[in-house]
């Protein structure tokens, strides 16, 4: 099967058309709404409930990730997301109402709301899409997802632009409302059936202790699999010293070196490398896709460098753009390794642990990597990033199944990237 075919065979699967298009459709809504809640909030309030709203979203969208990855793998997983939109929605609708005026109180309700939608769709979304799709064209279907992410979130900050300059900043949110029942519709028509009583007919048990009992068995299904508890601790090192503070640290210093509009610049040369880089996720055939993605990921040192050595504009967005590319790749790699070893019916949390290792201490990296810049500079700090991303990407190659992205064995018989016949 050629690209262009397994592409062709995706967009002509009805559940998969309507799965994607209500999740494209979603995406440009939530990008429209993180440009223009600063708009709402700052002007009235201050930058400091701005930050704190920011803090109650992150905080708990982190508790309540593994809870999510359990009812991902408990129930319908289009019916979860559906919920998951219905949480985003009201906590929309209350920013539309407290953001500028009201109890902060509720304001912030409204960011727990939505961070409690964000820990229920981040888990399930990885793990619909591998119920939804089957195996061999999986690696097509993520890169598809996270190009479509991308250019989503870049049309809907235009929008948001556009819709703001002519229109105030409560009204324009009303056009992620609508984004959100488009979402609706389509999860509600997929109807997924429930993973586990399609494998095995049981029905879950219900109590708090049936719900620990599972999220350990999503912790004991990743620990059998050494290769992927490595590539999630990766995951934590690189977020916490590099990726992390890099959205501190690149809009700071293109702002303060080349002006006010770099930035701008800076974040178009990200979009153009992410979607390119996840257009390269999918083509990638090798029954070594790990090496590959290690590759991919090694660019990403030039942000550092260039961070700490004054280099000309073209040069910074050429180093952000190449580093795009290569996390592009890897994610896509990266998803499809996953959902091609794990069973069906603990997916939704092994997706809320990566997840959760991922970006799980993001928000102290936000906040620690100003602190550490003025404590030792921002040279130092710039090759201890570059140090930890080469030991950690390939470092971990050492860890049998990592090259290949499936454990020993495994890929022998079921590449972990399908090679395909032509036709």
């Known amino acids: 099967m050629t690209n262009d075919t397994g592409l062709r065979s995706l967009i002509r699967d009805a559940r998969y058309r309507a799965f994607w298009l209500g999740q ?100 399930t979304h990885r793990a619909a899409l591998a119920q939804i799709v089957p ?65 095995s007919g049981a029905t879950p048990e219900q109590g708090l202790r049936a719900v620990v009992a599972e999220a350990r068995t999503g912790l004991v299904e990743v620990r059998k699999r050494p290769w992927v508890s490595a590539l999630m601790l990766q995951g934590t090192a690189q977020v916490f010293f590099l990726f992390g503070p890099n959205y501190v640290l690149v809009p700071m210093v293109s702002q303060a070196r080349y002006g006010l509009p770099a930035f701008g610049w800076v974040s178009a040369a990200t979009f153009v490398g992410s979607v390119l880089g996840s257009v390269l996720g999918g083509r990638v055939r090798s029954r070594r896709p790990g090496l590959w993605a290690m590759n991919a990921l090694a660019p990403c040192l ?69 602190l550490l810049v003025q404590l030792i500079g921002l040279t130092p700090f710039a090759l201890v990033a570059v140090l930890v991303l080469l030991v950690s990407t390939y470092g971990v190659l050492a860890v049998p199944g990592t090259a290949e992205l499936a454990s020993p064995g495994r890929g022998d018989s079921v590449p972990a990237v399908p090679v395909p016949q032509q036709v």
Not at 144 to 153: H, I, P
Not at 324 to 349: I, K, N, T
């Open 302 to 370: 030039l942000t550092p460098l260039c961070l700490a050595v004054h280099v000309p504009l073209w040069a910074f967005c050429a180093a952000v753009s190449v580093g795009s590319v290569g996390v592009g790749c890897f994610m896509v790699l990266w998803y499809s390794s996953l959902q091609a070893e794990f069973p069906e019916d603990v997916q939704g949390r092994v997706f809320a642990l990566e997840a959760l290792a991922s970006f799980g201490l993001q928000p102290i990296a936000l906040a620690a990597a100003p």
């Open 24 to 123: 494209a459709t979603s995406t440009l809504g939530n990008q429209l709404t993180v440009v223009v809640l600063p708009a709402l909030v700052v002007p009235g309030r201050g930058a400091g409930a701005f930050g704190l709203l920011l803090a109650v979203e992150s905080a708990v969208m982190g508790v309540l990730l593994l809870l999510g990855g359990v009812i991902a793998d408990r129930y319908s997983r289009s019916l979860v997301m559906a919920a998951a939109d219905v949480f985003r929605l009201v906590g929309v609708l209350g920013f539309m109402v407290f953001a500028a005026h009201g109890p902060l109180p509720l304001l912030l309700v409204s960011a727990a709301l939505s961070g409690a939608g964000a820990a229920l769709y981040e888990p």
């Open 135 to 199: 195996e061999e064209l999986r690696t097509r279907a993520n890169a598809l997802d996270s190009a479509t992410k991308r250019v989503g979130g870049l049309v809907g900050s235009l929008l948001a632009g556009l819709l703001l300059a002519g229109i105030s900043p409560p009204r324009t949110l009303l056009v992620d409302v609508a984004t959100f029942a488009v979402s609706l519709v389509t999860l509600v028509w997929l109807r997924l059936p429930r993973v586990r009583a399609a494998a």
